[in-house]
């Protein structure tokens, strides 16, 4: 019997508890024929409960989930992450697990068990793909029928106990730059650093001390830098002994950006410093120029989760949760670093943005993410007391020239991560499809929305109806079907 406590058993994030098998899936409108390949999503889907009230969902069991396009059809396949943790949670038929990345509240004799629930981002890279999660190492999934391979060391060569859910590919060199904070265990300062070639073999590694312990969630990589932003997600010996999540929000420390020349040793890293109470989360993307960094990322002027709350014990504040895409630059011929901040847009936007990834590494001008345009309509009793949930439009935000060109998914909707695909693989910058799933509260159910990334205010092109929730995503990606050949026959 299981008891899904009154936090968990409504409301469209309600846990979905079963894998699915969608046969050419209900669609308005006309898929592009010339989308071969599968977008795939990658969040939380918790199986059993939490055993804690004050857990977080980023404690949900990972559950990766597809849409499969071929020839103008579309499949949807979804099936739970089989992590070490999840099988022994259906062993016993209850969670043995405790509060987020806490290995103290767990209940005694799981100690040997992988943690991690690879909950977060799937990634591909030399032909695998990947359920990650910033806790432990990846799992390797079967890009055919989603089932789950195991976890993956890349050979025994990765030495990092952790692996970042945000890796980054250079478009350019075909190599991945990857990294665990963490590394060498609990709340240990340590941060292993790896590049991985496009075959899958690992060329580089740096060992690295961190400032101070916290929440590394993102990175980004530009062609002669590895930008680490550390900043004021905390956590100690004490609060885990405590029984807390990892995590808590200390508005007092300074942000700090690592900066590591990728041609240099780890010696050469600077942690350069600048002002407290700041978050990144996710970044957008980041170029060199000259002595010159810039990074764009969404950026958040207080705690931006409500799970991970204030460490003097102040209540969050949902007025500070608020990310603006922000351009920072950084003076590396300075001796402080010159740090610098720059908002480019005054709306609020979700912070998880992407761009068209040919262009990650140097500077490219569109960002597409979700966001809440309060000029148009949302209807607030469908969202169930969760405004954050209410995000009606996806955008193309030129980061050059301050425009914005939006999609209206409908009152009803809100909107999870989009994902860029380009036209063809010698397209122009953001010539192509953006592809993304909104949550339809009135009807409860998921749709994906593909839509010509050029002429957003036009509308979608096709919008694939799904006759249930799918589920809560945090990230998706899409593997192509020259990079993933195996699709184009599934
Ligand atoms: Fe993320």
């Not at 300062?189 to 101070?212: A, C, H, M, N, S």
Request: a negative charge.
């Amino acid at each position: 019997m299981v008891d899904l406590s009154p936090r968990t058993r409504s409301g469209f994030a309600a846990p979905q508890r079963f894998e699915a098998d969608v046969f050419d899936c209900d669609v308005i409108g006309r898929i592009p024929a010339d989308l071969e390949g599968m977008f795939v999503r990658v969040g939380g889907d918790p199986l059993y409960p939490p055993k804690y009230e004050h857990d977080s969902s980023a404690s949900s069991d990972g559950y990766i989930s597809a849409f499969w396009f071929h020839d103008g059809y579309v499949d949807y396949r979804g099936r739970y992450v089989k992590t070490e943790r999840l099988l022994a949670n259906k062993a016993a038929r209850r969670q043995r697990f405790g509060v987020y990345r806490n290995p103290f509240t767990d209940e005694p004799g799981v100690e040997s068990i992988d943690r991690t629930v690879a909950n977060t981002a799937p990634y591909a890279h030399a032909g695998k793909l990947f359920a990650l999660k910033e806790d432990s190492l990846p799992y390797e999934i079967d890009p055919v029928t989603l089932e789950t391979i195991g976890r993956y060391d890349f050979n025994g060569q990765y030495k990092s106990l952790t692996f970042t859910a945000h890796p980054k590919t250079d478009p350019f060199s075909g190599e991945m730059v990857c990294y665990g904070y963490e590394a060498t265990g609990l709340l240990s300062d340590d941060l292993f650093v790896y590049t991985i070639d496009r075959t899958g073999q690992i060329t580089r590694e740096w060992r690295l001390k961190v400032p101070y312990v916290s929440m590394m969630h993102d990175m980004a990589l530009t062609q002669k830098h590895i930008l680490f932003p550390v900043w004021g997600y905390v956590t100690s010996m004490e609060r885990l002994k405590a029984g807390e999540v990892h995590w808590g929000w200390d508005d007092k420390v300074p942000m700090y950006m690592g900066v590591l020349p990728r041609d240099g040793d780890a010696r050469d890293v600077r942690w350069i410093k600048g002002p407290p109470g700041r978050a990144i989360v996710h970044t957008v993307n980041a170029w060199s120029e000259g002595d010159k960094v810039y990074l764009e990322a969404p950026m958040f002027t207080g705690a931006p989760f409500p799970d991970f709350k204030p460490i003097d014990g102040s209540p969050w504040d949902p007025a500070k949760a608020k990310a603006y895409f922000t351009r920072f630059s950084f003076d590396l011929s300075s001796k402080d670093g010159s740090w610098s901040e720059e908002r480019l847009f005054e709306i609020p936007v979700c912070d998880l943005a992407r761009v068209d990834d040919r262009f990650k590494t140097v500077r490219q001008r569109y960002a597409f993410t979700h966001y809440h345009d309060p000029k148009l309509p949302s209807d607030i009793e469908f969202f169930q007391g969760k405004p954050r949930a209410m995000r009606n439009c996806y955008g193309r935000f030129d980061m050059t020239t301050g425009e914005i060109d939006s999609l209206f998914a409908g009152p009803t909707h809100g909107l999870q991560e989009c994902q860029f695909v380009p036209r063809r693989p010698d397209a122009e910058e953001g010539d192509g499809y953006l592809i993304g799933v909104a949550n339809n509260y009135k009807e409860l159910r998921s749709e994906l929305i593909i839509a010509d990334a050029k002429h957003l205010k036009d509308g979608e092109i096709a919008r694939v109806i799904l006759p249930f929730r799918a589920g809560a995503q945090i990230h998706c990606t899409w593997l192509s079907a020259e990079d993933f050949p195996q699709l184009r026959t599934r």
